[in-house]
């Protein structure tokens, strides 16, 4: 079962759930809400986590833990300056979608006389990413998404 048929399932038991409350008058149920950032089989907000996922496509990915909330890139050589690679690692902290549930890691080497040696990663680059991020996951909750 892939990942967009996982979160329909849990979406739909959670929907059975509520609507049964319901048909029985049980009035708990109609005040029972499942907050949408809940729905999910992994282990971090699922908002965050697509926006992760969707925002460093650009990259090869080198390593995704859903559970753990961990994704890895493999070294991206820019197209544009092929003496410069980046390397990224976002971990998602917390359940809900909140600023400080994410953490971006940068690093950065250049080339110099045939070899990569390391290079200081500007902190506004980091900070871009991480606004990117959350800026997708929080139109992603707007728009409905689901998986």
Same mark, same amino acid.
């Given at each position: 079962?892939?990942?967009?048929?996982?979160i329909g399932l849990?979406? @739909?038991? #959670?929907?059975?759930?509520?609507?049964?409350?319901?048909?029985?008058?049980?009035?708990? @149920?109609? &005040?029972?809400?499942?907050?949408?950032?809940?729905?999910?089989?992994?282990?971090?907000?699922?908002?965050?986590?697509?926006? &992760? $996922? *969707?925002?460093? #496509?650009?990259? /090869? $990915?080198?390593? &995704?833990?859903?559970?753990?909330?961990?994704?890895?890139? *493999?070294?991206?050589?820019?197209?544009?300056? /092929?003496?410069?690679?980046?390397?990224?690692?976002?971990?998602i902290l917390d359940?809900e979608l909140r =600023? *400080? @549930?994410?953490?971006?890691?940068? #690093?950065?080497?250049?080339? +110099?006389?045939? +070899?990569?040696?390391?290079? /200081?990663?500007? @902190? =506004?680059?980091? +900070?871009?990413?991480?606004?990117?991020?959350?800026? !997708? =996951? !929080?139109?992603?909750?707007? #728009?409905?998404?689901?998986?």
């Amino acid at each position: 079962m892939n990942f967009k048929q996982r979160i329909g399932l849990v979406a @739909a038991c #959670s929907l059975i759930i509520v609507s049964g409350g319901c048909a029985h008058h049980n009035k708990a @149920a109609h &005040t029972m809400q499942i907050a949408p950032a809940r729905l999910t089989t992994i282990g971090v907000n699922a908002y965050l986590w697509r926006a &992760t $996922l *969707d925002t460093l #496509s650009f990259a /090869p $990915l080198a390593q &995704t833990d859903s559970n753990g909330g961990v994704v890895v890139t *493999d070294w991206y050589l820019n197209p544009h300056n /092929p003496a410069e690679r980046m390397k990224l690692t976002v971990t998602i902290l917390d359940q809900e979608l909140r =600023a *400080d @549930a994410l953490r971006v890691a940068a #690093s950065r080497q250049v080339a +110099q006389n045939g +070899q990569w040696v390391d290079a /200081p990663v500007e @902190a =506004a680059t980091v +900070q871009k990413l991480e606004d990117i991020i959350l800026t !997708r =996951a !929080r139109d992603l909750r707007r #728009s409905g998404f689901t998986g």
